[in-house]
């Protein structure tokens, strides 16, 4: 059995469920994403990512207003957009500190983190979310504050999740060969691209989900099925 030195874990569906995210978080900010932009826009970190999105977006000239409509169509369709990622962010971060909500964790993943730690394993997440929101999501988890437990975090700037190279990146980053890397997703193609990439995989398959009779990845229905 290959050794595994570094844990790189993904966090809707995986440590948290997906409806916390859908059904929270976005609403959240959608709700104050015209606000935010209209008293925010002359600070240089969101201006910068204004600047980012109406890029993506291929505008040439685009009026705030137009910039909204084009964040709010992008949540709506849960787009993988680095800049709105980190618009979004910014706004969760001060949902949080108010106190409006708490982030989701299964029962066992603040338990198990803690215990793989301590076996002297690294810990990393890797989310479409941006790197501050990944930080505030699990400083302000159901579990507690969890960020002393992760060596660091990855997002989008990184590379798309469903790519090799980005974990290829990951691998280079963290300082590791990818065979000693364990990658936990719910996503099976972006497990097919860490496996690509030559990371050892895991598949969350949370109930009530089911597990395939032969599934693509070594599965798991939560992090205590998993053996290190």
Same mark, same amino acid.
């Given at each position: 059995m290959i050794e595994i030195r570094a844990?790189?874990?993904?966090i809707e569906g995986?440590?948290? %469920?997906?409806?916390?995210?859908?059904d929270v978080l976005f609403p959240y900010a959608r709700k104050?994403?015209?606000?935010?932009?209209?008293?925010?826009?002359?600070?240089?970190?969101?201006?910068?990512?204004? !600047?980012?999105a109406a890029k993506e977006a291929g505008f040439i000239e685009a009026s705030r207003q137009e910039v909204i409509e084009l964040l709010l169509r992008w949540?709506?369709?849960?787009?993988?957009?680095?800049?709105?990622? %980190?618009?979004?962010g910014m706004i969760w971060k001060a949902g949080y500190e108010a106190g409006d909500y708490?982030? !989701?964790?299964?029962?066992?993943?603040? %338990?198990?983190l803690r215990q793989w730690r301590a076996d002297?394993?690294?810990?990393?997440?890797?989310?479409?979310?941006?790197?501050? %929101?990944q930080q505030l999501f699990f400083r302000h988890s159901e579990a507690g504050d969890l960020?002393?437990?992760?060596?660091?975090?990855?997002?989008?700037?990184?590379?798309?999740?469903?790519?090799?190279?980005?974990?290829?990146?990951?691998?280079?980053?963290?300082?590791?060969?990818?065979?000693?890397?364990?990658?936990?997703?719910?996503?099976?193609?972006e497990l097919d691209a860490a496996r690509e990439a030559g990371f050892q995989t895991g598949w969350l398959l949370r109930p009530p989900l089911e597990m395939p009779a032969q599934p693509r990845h070594p599965a798991f229905v939560d992090f205590d099925a998993i053996t290190l």
């Open positions: 844990v790189v874990t993904d995986t440590t948290s %469920a997906i409806t916390f995210v859908r104050r994403m015209p606000a935010f932009v209209e008293t925010h826009a002359d600070q240089p970190e969101v201006q910068h990512w204004l !600047h980012e949540i709506d369709e849960d787009r993988k957009s680095t800049a709105l990622k %980190a618009l979004q708490v982030a !989701h964790m299964y029962p066992e993943v603040a %338990a198990r002297g394993l690294r810990l990393y997440v890797y989310s479409s979310g941006s790197v501050p %929101a960020t002393p437990l992760f060596a660091g975090y990855f997002d989008t700037e990184t590379g798309p999740k469903r790519e090799p190279e980005s974990y290829r990146r990951i691998a280079a980053a963290i300082g590791e060969q990818p065979q000693h890397i364990l990658f936990l997703s719910d996503i099976v193609e």
